[in-house]
């Protein structure tokens, strides 16, 4: 009988206690284990390299997303760092995109600074994309889809052939969508990344990460690069990641269908140059969204008339969403990209990546969603009376 992964998503690890039959895994807080004999290495020796609770997750990971292996990182920047030491030789060509997470941005550039490798910046969107990259002719190739904060869409099937056919790896961060939104190794990706600090968790109280590999050799390289940099998480995370995943399904459909109804609710108030999410026909990727993606996703990025003024009557009297970085928890959360998740760009970079003063993002919570929409539209018609007034 074939169990569909999300299925094994939220029994991962139930009843696999050989002690007591636990229905729920135990978490293994101890840092090493003992050997049999002088010869007799048990399948964990030391935590950093292996963890009983943490391979529960990464087994269930990688078993979401399709992939040979997985390994679990101390956070999403921690399964970047992995990958960028696994699969990046000295003097290779990395094309990033020209929007990607801040913190990703600013790991890149650093390191291209130091010499590490050669950096290309590039608009990873549209019909030409592909041709910019077979151009560029890179080692890897590093693809955030939907894009943040202005939810732009790759197209990881044509990228990943043109990355191909010049020998390059194709790494896809996944944060955004989940692997029950959207499966990149099916589309031709070598790794999938995650900060599983978002969805995946979802609960916004652990901060993680993970990479999950397409091929066992691949798997087997993040796996001795995770280790040998110590970046492995530890198990109480492991074990509240496990314990998110089971309602990962459940989640991501409530955050979708609010997300939906707020773009719909907002799209076209006076106070908005434009409202970017997937979902609405207007979005110029909506087309490929439909094909690439089973869902547009959890988050809504507003643009408000009067820049920084304009963001701060909205924000003044807001009760459901807090202002706060991160995204993918239960709880609704907006955020202001240009000074607070993207402040690590320099504002030329956040210019060229579409940022503006005006830039909202949302992540809509699980929530009632005519509470979401009245709250945002009584926040809009305070930005709209402060520009009139
Ligand atoms: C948050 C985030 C990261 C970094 O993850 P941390 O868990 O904060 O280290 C990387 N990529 C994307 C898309 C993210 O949203």
């Known amino acids: 009988m074939e169990i569909s992964p999300t299925t094994r998503a939220v029994r991962a690890g139930i009843e696999a206690d050989t002690a007591h039959a636990s229905v729920v895994p135990p978490i293994y807080l101890s840092t090493n284990y003992a050997f049999a004999g002088i010869d007799g290495k048990r399948a964990f020796d030391y935590s950093r390299s292996g963890n009983p609770t943490r391979a529960i997750l990464a087994g269930a990971l990688a078993d979401l997303e399709g992939g040979a292996g997985a390994v679990v990182t101390a956070s999403g920047m921690g399964a970047v760092a992995t990958c960028l030491h696994a699969f990046v030789p000295a003097g290779a060509t990395v094309v990033v995109p020209h929007d990607c997470y801040g913190g990703s941005w600013r790991l890149f550039d650093a390191l291209a600074r130091k010499g590490q490798f050669d950096l290309r910046i590039c608009d990873l969107t549209g019909p030409d994309a592909a041709a910019r990259v077979a151009a560029a002719a890179p080692d890897l190739v590093w693809i955030e889809t939907p894009s943040n904060p202005l939810l732009r869409l790759t197209d990881i099937k044509a990228i990943s052939d043109a990355a191909h056919a010049s020998g390059g790896l194709v ?68 074990y509240l990641t496990l314990r998110g995943l089971r309602t990962l ?83 609704s959360l907006v955020a202001h990209p240009a000074s607070m998740t993207h402040v690590a760009m320099p504002p030329a970079v956040q210019d060229a990546a579409g940022i503006t003063a005006g830039m909202l993002r949302l992540s809509v919570g699980i929530e009632d969603a005519a509470d979401l929409v009245a709250d945002l539209v009584r926040g809009l018609d305070r930005t709209a009376r402060s520009l009139s007034g």
């Open 249 to 331: 399904e459940l989640r991501m459909a409530k955050h979708v269908a609010n997300a939906s109804a707020i773009a719909d609710a907002v799209a076209g108030h006076p106070a908005l140059v434009a409202v970017h999410y997937p979902g609405l026909a207007s979005h110029p990727d909506h087309a490929l969204a439909a094909v690439q993606q089973s869902g547009p996703g959890g988050i809504v990025t507003l643009d408000l008339r009067g820049g920084t003024d304009g963001v701060r009557a909205f924000l003044d009297g807001l009760t459901c969403f807090s202002l706060a970085e991160s995204l993918g928890g239960v709880e």
């Open 171 to 238: 790494v896809v961060d996944n944060t955004f969508c989940s692997p029950i939104l959207q499966r990149p190794l099916a589309l031709g990706a070598d790794v999938v990344v995650h900060s599983t600090t978002k969805y995946l968790n979802g609960h916004s109280d652990v901060i993680g990460g993970a990479v999950v590999a397409s091929t066992p050799e691949l798997a087997e390289q993040v796996d001795w690069w995770s280790n040998s940099l110590g970046v492995t998480g530890g198990a109480l995370d492991s």
